[in-house]
């Protein structure tokens, strides 16, 4: 199973970026797809969620009404659309699947596979 996480980059507060991810190596028809964050010298915190069969979506309280996860089945992408960016959405975004489609989607040890990160940068 692989995960391969895009699209980060530099944008000033209140920009928008759109991060990819996308998965390879199985076929499970009921899973989570996850995003995480991880700022320096912080631990790592819940962003947002996406069950993939039934597009039933969780969001971080910091994100919620700026952040939307989408996906695109045909192409085994997922989506993280950022809005209103703020410099403290500065962090190192992760991409990981919870192939047992657990209830506990903000936690860490739910998901069984991780991307390699991609970092997003605000300035202010």
């Known amino acids: 199973v692989q995960l391969q996480a895009s699209g980060g980059g530099l944008v000033q507060a209140g920009g928008s970026l759109r991060l990819s991810c996308t998965y390879s190596?199985?076929?499970?028809?009921?899973?989570?797809m996850g995003w995480f964050r991880q700022a320096p010298g912080e631990a790592r915190e819940f962003v947002a969620a996406?069950?993939?069969?039934?597009?039933?979506?969780h969001y971080g309280d910091s994100v919620k009404g700026r952040f939307t996860v989408s996906r695109d089945s045909a192409k085994n992408t997922i989506y993280l659309q950022m809005n209103s960016l703020k410099p403290e959405d500065t962090a190192v975004y992760y991409c990981?699947?919870?192939?047992?489609?657990?209830?506990?989607?903000?936690?860490?040890?739910?998901?069984?596979?991780w991307g390699q990160g991609t970092l997003v940068t605000v300035s202010s």
């Open positions: 996406l069950a993939w069969n039934g597009d039933l979506t």
């Open positions: 190596g199985y076929t499970f028809s009921s899973f989570a």
């Open positions: 990981a699947a919870d192939l047992r489609y657990s209830s506990d989607y903000d936690m860490e040890g739910t998901y069984d596979f």
